[in-house]
Each structure stands twice: as structure tokens, then as C-alpha cells.
């Protein structure tokens, strides 16, 4: 059964640092693995997703990297702002194609 | 603007009530999702539909029920049946299938007086 691991679950850094956050997955057979950003009581905000035959997907200051091999995917952050503090999560498909969830982690940059 | 919504933002329940949580959206999406987020767990599947008039269990579907009678609407009833539903509620939507982007609401919060 897929499980999809988030760690460190909280991360604080000083504005304008580069970040990585961190998603690992069991099984590496996946469609695809999703990126979202959750503020603090709201829904969550698509933010990449990367196809099971790409490397990475870049957005403006956001780059999602894959590597399905080693069941592992990143999220680096340039430059971070404090409207970057928000809650991160991940996601990839299981084979009913339904979403299995990390926990997330909760990012905080401090002006 | 397009975009999925959900009433209300807080909800109450007494003990033996059922509540129902609305979701409605206008993007013409075929597929729909309801979701149950507790504080340091990911997000588990509580039903979903990929067609009107049809609809599938989640992971947690106990306690819950769903209708999916119109394209745009997708209610879900938390019943007396489900006895610990204090939890924050996101509905989601996507456009086909699972290599298309998922969009969310804005969350119903759900607490037991």
C-alpha cells in the first residue's frame, strides 16, 4: 500500500533563503505526484504537477523535482518570502488513481 | 470567477444530529471529492464521484453519505452514525482524470457541541 512521508513536519528559515522540502513515497510506480500549498483554515492551492515521465516542473520561484526510482520528490523554494509561510503537501496517485496525502509541512519564514 | 464553494465555513453539531456540508462548483468538472483533514494527518478520502447519479466509497466512507444529483453539486451528510466528526472538511474537483489538477474549496470546519 502506497505511503507517502513528509519530513520535517515544521521548518522555519530568515526570508530570502533557498529551501528544500522533502516528500517520499513507498511505491514508485505513480502517474504523477502533485504539490499544494494550504494557508492557515483555507483549501488547499495547486501548485505543481509533475507527470511520472518528467525530471521537474518549474513555477516562477517554485521547482518540483521527481525521482521515482528512489521514491523521493522535492520542493525548492528561492528566494523566500514571508507570503511563502504556509502549510506544504504532496500527493500521488494509488492504483484506484485516488490521492494518498502527506501531512504536510508547515513553513515559516521569518521577516 | 469559476471556483468551487462551500457553506458554511463553520458548522456545529449536536449529539444524534445529522448535518449536511454543501459543495457546489462552476467549472464544469466531471469528477468531485469530499476529504477529511485532521490537525498532523494527511488528507483521507471520504467519497468521490466521477459521474452524476454516481458515486464510490473512500477510506472512511462510515458515518458519511453523499448524493451527486446535478453536475455542479456534491453534498455531504455527516451522520450520528460517525461519532468523532470534529474535523476540517475540503471538497475538490477535477476535470477528468488523475493527470488533471485537483481544485479545492475553502473548507467547512465541523465541531461537536
Known amino acids: 500500500k502506497q505511503e507517502v512521508t513528509q519530513i520535517p513536519a515544521a521548518l522555519s528559515v530568515p526570508e530570502g533563503e533557498n529551501l528544500v522540502l522533502n516528500c517520499s513515497f513507498t511505491?514508485?510506480?505513480?502517474?504523477?505526484l502533485q504539490w499544494f500549498r494550504q494557508d492557515p483554515g483555507k483549501g488547499l492551492t495547486s501548485l505543481l504537477l509533475?507527470?511520472?515521465s518528467q525530471r521537474e516542473q518549474t513555477s516562477g520561484r517554485l521547482n518540483a523535482s521527481l525521482d521515482k526510482s528512489s521514491g523521493r520528490s522535492t520542493l525548492y523554494i528561492a528566494a523566500s518570502q514571508p507570503g511563502d509561510s504556509a502549510t506544504y503537501l504532496c500527493?500521488?496517485?494509488?492504483?484506484?488513481?485516488?490521492?494518498?496525502w502527506g501531512a504536510g509541512t508547515k513553513l515559516i519564514i521569518k521577516p | 470567477d469559476g471556483g468551487i464553494t462551500q457553506s458554511p465555513k463553520y458548522l456545529f453539531r449536536k449529539e444524534g444530529q445529522n448535518v449536511t456540508l454543501s459543495c457546489e462548483q462552476n467549472?464544469?468538472?466531471?469528477?468531485m471529492y469530499w476529504y477529511r483533514q485532521d490537525p498532523g494527518q494527511g488528507l483521507r478520502l471520504i467519497y468521490y464521484?466521477?459521474?452524476?447519479?454516481?458515486?464510490q466509497k473512500g477510506d472512511i466512507a462510515e458515518g458519511y453519505s453523499v448524493s451527486r444529483e446535478k453536475k455542479e453539486s456534491f453534498p455531504l451528510t455527516v451522520t450520528s452514525a460517525q461519532k468523532n466528526p470534529t474535523a476540517f472538511y475540503l471538497c475538490?474537483?477535477?476535470?477528468?482524470?488523475?493527470?488533471?489538477?485537483?481544485?479545492f474549496g475553502s473548507g467547512t470546519q465541523l465541531s461537536v457541541l
Open positions: 511505491d514508485s510506480a505513480i502517474y504523477n
Open positions: 509533475i507527470q511520472s
Open positions: 475538490a474537483s477535477r476535470i477528468g482524470g488523475t493527470n488533471e489538477k485537483l481544485f
Open positions: 500527493a500521488v496517485p494509488d492504483s484506484n488513481y485516488q490521492l494518498i
Open positions: 464521484s466521477q459521474i452524476v447519479n454516481d458515486f
Open positions: 467549472l464544469n468538472h466531471d469528477a
